[in-house]
């Protein structure tokens, strides 16, 4: 499978995850949780070291900001285990998947996403960007691609995500399924999604369309 035009940026994504509100570093989810889904590590302790991590990204410094959100996620958990439900976990997995993703480590940042699975909307969206940034070669050895991770967010997950229909329309267009794609376009624009001007990623229009 040849590599796509309209390749996907992990470097880019937080940019477009920060557009839509979607919370700091692919703040995964939203909602409150009961008190026994938390994990039994020190919280306070945890948040500042996120806080941290967050800090590393924003300055460019990844490596630092994988220590940091890695910390956090121990932190957070302690001696117990967190359901994987917990959304502050998931925010935590998903901060963490993509300083690697950003540090270049394909592999370490699609590990750090599946983690965040099953109920993760951006932990997909994230594995999705991870999988059109690997090569020919490292794609091959995947049992996923980007069609099917995006899928299961506007499939199940957040049907009404924009980004994700946007880039699940894009993921279609690239296996030349143009009829399926249209209409995640269309609810794209219709939730408010437009992908920056400057973004190398967006879809780019067949020879046969007007502008």
């Known amino acids: 499978m040849d590599k796509p035009t309209p390749r996907i940026s ?12 979607l919370g700091t570093c692919l703040g995964c989810g939203s909602g409150s949780q009961d008190s026994d889904d938390k994990g039994s590590g020190d919280k306070g302790a945890a948040t500042e070291a996120f ?13 630092a900001a994988i220590a940091s959100f890695d910390d956090a996620i121990n932190l957070y958990v302690g001696e117990g285990e967190a359901k994987k439900t917990d959304q502050t976990l998931l925010k935590y997995r998903c901060a963490l998947a993509d300083a690697y993703h950003k540090n270049s480590d394909l592999e370490k940042a699609h590990a750090a996403y599946t983690e965040a699975f099953p109920h993760s909307a951006e932990a ?19 049992d996923f691609d980007a069609e099917h991770d995006i899928g299961v967010v506007v499939m199940s997950l957040e049907e009404e995500h924009p980004a994700a229909n946007y880039y699940y329309g894009v993921a279609l267009e690239e296996k030349e399924k143009f009829e399926e794609a249209a209409p995640y376009f269309a609810k794209a624009e219709e939730l408010g999604f437009q992908p920056e001007d400057s973004d190398p990623h967006a879809r780019v229009p067949r020879p046969d369309e007007t502008p």
């Open 10 to 21: 992990g470097h880019q994504w937080i940019a477009v995850a920060l557009l839509l509100g």
């Open 51 to 63: 806080g941290q991590g967050t800090q590393h990204t924003e300055k460019g410094d990844f490596k």
């Open 124 to 142: 997909y969206l994230g594995r999705a960007m991870v999988w059109w940034d690997m090569d020919k070669a490292a794609r091959l050895k995947c």
